[in-house]
């Protein structure tokens, strides 16, 4: 077997061996390294509305109720029938892949935070699921009781004394703050420009094209399908301003550890 080929016959080797195995289970991730989970707090603690300040609410709720719709009309529907069809051991496997691409981007951010220590760790974590794990499709790392540590660009413009700005809320991709907005679009594009599944010549080149699209949209894909929350679920007239409390001390919690 060609190594170029290994991870995508990985991939569909797992499916055909585990197509018996359609059973749905509850598998959202909480793990608070992972920016797209959810933080709870206590809904009882006072004052939790006027504790963030938003200047731009009215584009932000209308943004809120436009991400329900998508939510509703499109993007649960395809969640729904994604995890339906795919075996659960598949969809591990799947998530297992994305989780640890997603290390280099903590690797990078935390030399530029010139924390020699952490981008070590995220190098040696990366490195065994990728050369013990297939690719990343199985997590050794974790097995072997490696941490997980994590940073992002919005992480590192705090480190440098960038202040959160305003809450945002972004089509599709919900709650952030105009700082980490900024963030996402740089580690995208350097995660763009760094496939190193490509520079391992994991994919021939005529298959590149093809890869590129259907591994963001498999990417959307499980993302969402792992973030254990759902707008209007709560059915409050103040779910926005929970939410909007909930990532403000989701985001503190980053923060926090990130100056660990």
Known sequence: ?????????????????????????????????????????????????????????????????????????????????????????????????????????????????????????????????????????????SKMGMPKPYEDFGLTLAYYGVGRGPYLVLPILGPTYLRDAFGVGVDSVVAGKSDIYKRMYLFDSALVNYTDASLFVLKGIDLRKNINFHYHQTNSPFEYEYVRYLYSKYRGIQEATSKQ
């Open 1 to 141: 077997m060609k190594i170029k080929n290994l991870l995508l016959l990985s991939v569909l080797s797992l499916t055909l061996i585990s197509c018996s195995n359609t059973n749905e289970v509850n598998k959202s991730d909480t793990n608070y390294s992972e920016a797209s989970n959810v933080v709870y707090a206590n809904p009882g603690e006072s004052n939790f509305m006027a504790d963030e300040p938003d200047p731009w609410e009215p584009f932000n709720r209308r943004m809120y109720y436009f991400n329900y719709q998508i939510e509703r009309l499109i993007i649960t529907p395809i969640v729904n029938t994604y995890k339906f069809i795919t075996p659960d051991f598949v969809e591990d496997r799947i998530s297992n892949f994305f989780k640890n691409a997603k290390v280099l981007n903590t690797m990078a951010n935390s030399a530029f935070q010139f924390k020699g220590r952490k981008s070590m760790k995220a190098l040696g974590r990366f490195t065994i699921n990728t050369v013990l794990g297939l690719g990343g499709l199985f997590d050794v790392a």
